[in-house]
């Protein structure tokens, strides 16, 4: 996950918290989010850089929309990310 942008990281937890998500649905979630609109254009490349690394599966729910759920590999990439930030989340708390 290491060569992966901040937006295709918030992207790949998206993905793992919906249902079935499709395109208009992470674009509503990360606009929400990012508290600014999330353009197509920024959106559809970054899903398929996921595609193509493998840590998205896109499936065709019809004739226009797409749904992303994660693959295997994408939620091994979550689990690890988030055992890293585990480790120094943890440290932060403790001295808190």
Avoid: C
């Avoid at 994408?74 to 932060?92: F, K, N, S, V």
């Amino acid at each position: 996950m290491y060569d992966l942008t901040g937006f295709q990281r918030d992207l790949l937890y998206v993905i793992s918290g919906l249902d079935e998500p499709h395109g208009l649905a992470l674009k509503d979630e990360l606009e929400e989010y990012y508290e600014t609109e999330i353009h197509h254009g920024r959106l559809y490349p970054n899903l398929d850089t996921l595609v193509n690394k493998g840590l998205v599966e896109k499936s065709q729910m019809d004739r226009r929309t797409n749904s992303y759920a994660l693959t295997a590999r994408g939620q091994r990439e979550i689990d690890a990310r988030r055992e890293w930030e585990h480790q120094y989340l943890q440290d932060t708390l403790s001295t808190a």
